[in-house]
């Protein structure tokens, strides 16, 4: 089956320092989607990726869609204690009743004040 | 609209006891699906629906159950738990009506089977 490599699988990083993490795929994908997770939580959507090559903004948060369908990242700025949490990239190929997301096994990033 | 719920948020199971995770959404949503998290291995899929009346397998199924007799409601049986399905459950949906729709997340139920 597909499998996702997310790296890195944690980062330590001070307040206000920039953070950037990506997955690969071994096969494409025709959408990409970024997930936080807060302890004992659901994951939450934060930023989905639709076309190959497309570089989507939410607030702080930047990711973008691999031209080879195979890769996407997340980059956040200026981070901020609250961002504390796992971050999982999900992949997902549309067709037909197609609807399953394949996971990474998420990024557990830590903030110091 | 309350999303995506799930109860119970906690249980604890012996070896062989069986149980039903449930899960309802109130979106209307077509498409519902069951995950398990487990340290490491980020969610897996176990079972899937496309609506009312049709089932179908995930990545990890062996074990689980499911039924979709309603739009709304997307139990999970567990018919004989093991201690392998010690992890926490995360049931999700999404419209399945357009490109660009999302699937949203529950917020989990943590098993433990002793």
């Known amino acids: 089956g597909q499998q996702l490599n997310q790296s890195p699988q944690s980062m330590f990083i001070q307040e206000g320092e920039d953070v950037s993490m990506n997955c690969t795929s071994s096969?494409?994908?025709?959408?990409w989607l970024w997930y936080k997770q807060d302890p004992g939580e659901g994951p939450v959507l934060l930023i989905a990726?639709?076309?190959?090559?497309e570089l989507t903004s939410n607030g702080r948060l930047t990711a973008q869609f691999g031209i080879t369908r195979k890769d996407s990242f997340l980059n956040i700025s200026a981070s901020i204690p609250s961002d504390v949490g796992i971050y999982f990239c999900?992949?997902?190929?549309?067709?037909?009743?197609?609807?399953?997301?394949?996971f990474g096994k998420g990024t557990l990033l830590t903030v110091n004040p | 609209n309350a999303g995506v719920t799930q109860t119970p948020k906690f249980q604890v199971l012996k070896t062989g006891q069986s149980m039903t995770l449930q899960c309802a959404q109130d979106?209307?949503?077509?498409?519902m699906s069951w995950y398990r998290q487990d340290p490491g291995m980020g969610l897996r899929l176990i079972h899937y629906?496309?609506?009312?009346?049709?089932?179908d397998q995930g990545e990890v199924p062996n074990g689980y159950n499911v039924s979709r007799s309603t739009t709304e409601d997307f139990p999970l049986r567990l018919l004989s738990a093991a201690p392998s399905q010690t992890s926490v459950y995360f049931c999700?949906?999404?419209?399945?009506?357009?490109?660009?729709?999302?699937?949203?997340f529950g917020p989990g139920t943590r098993l433990t089977v002793l």
């Open positions: 990726l639709y076309k190959a090559g």
């Open positions: 979106m209307n949503h077509e498409y």
């Open positions: 999700a949906s999404s419209s399945g009506r357009t490109s660009t729709d999302t699937q949203y």
């Open positions: 096969s494409i994908f025709n959408t």
């Open positions: 999900a992949g997902q190929l549309r067709g037909g009743s197609n609807y399953k997301l394949t």
């Open positions: 629906s496309v609506g009312a009346g049709i089932t």
